[in-house]
Each structure stands twice: as C-alpha cells, then as structure tokens.
Nanobody, 122 residues
Framework: QVQLVESGGGLVQAGGSLRLSCAASGRTFSGYALGWFRQAPGKEREFVAAISWTGINTDYADSVKGRFTISRDNAKNTVWLQMNSLKPEDTAVYYC???????????????WGQGTQVTVSS
C-alpha cells in the first residue's frame, strides 16, 4: 500500500508559478510510475504529466508541454510538478497517482492522493 499526499497548491496570478509536491508513505514508490492529473469543476479528470520509475521517461499533455516539468526523487519518496506560465485554464484540483506503467490512462494508476487545489486568477 502506498499513501500519497499532495501539497503546494494555492492561488496565483496568471503568468506565475507553483511547485506541487507529492510525498509517499507506507511502501516506497520506487518501481512505480508516477503521474499528475487534474480535475476542473464540471469536467472529467485529465492527464497532465507522467514519469517512469527511473525518472528517465516523461510524458506531458499538449496543454502543459513546455510550461510544466515533472521530476522525482526516489530516495525522498517525492515527485514534483513545477508549473510555470500558469493560465486561468490550469485552475483545477491536482492529483498525483502511482502505477506500474507510465501511461496517460487514469485506470492504470493504482494509488491516488487526495488532491491539492490550484487556482490561477486572470
């Protein structure tokens, strides 16, 4: 069992930056791929970024490519999402998730955090 806890969300103006963290407890998440997803009010949860367990392979949604960076430190059991040049449309609850493969598909992730709110004002 892996417990995931996100932090770092908040209110930021458009063009600003935030860095989200996701810390794991319980079983280490070394060996797991990690993903970030987001869900805006009235919308389905969508893929944002993913990173392989080695950290070598990453994947990004087109809407965040070039602005967001996913990284991880297995020794610290932590994954980060650096978000730059934020836009109002980035407003959502952001979730981290752990799974056995690096994928964009929600159902492939086994463990989920509770989410952290990101609000970008115009």
């Amino acid at each position: 069992q892996v417990q995931l806890v996100e932090s770092g969300g908040g209110l930021v103006q458009a063009g600003g930056s935030l860095r989200l963290s996701c810390a794991a407890s319980g079983r280490t998440f070394s060996g797991y791929a990690l993903g970030w997803f987001r869900q805006a009010p009235g919308k389905e949860r969508e893929f944002v970024a993913a990173i392989s367990w080695t950290g070598i392979n990453t994947d990004y949604a087109d809407s965040v490519k070039g602005r967001f960076t996913i990284s991880r430190d297995n020794a610290k059991n932590t994954v980060w999402l650096q978000m730059n040049s934020l836009k109002p449309e980035d407003t959502a609850v952001y979730y981290c998730a752990a799974g056995v493969v690096t994928t964009r598909r929600l159902n492939d992730y086994r463990y989920w955090g509770q989410g952290t709110q990101v609000t970008v004002s115009s």
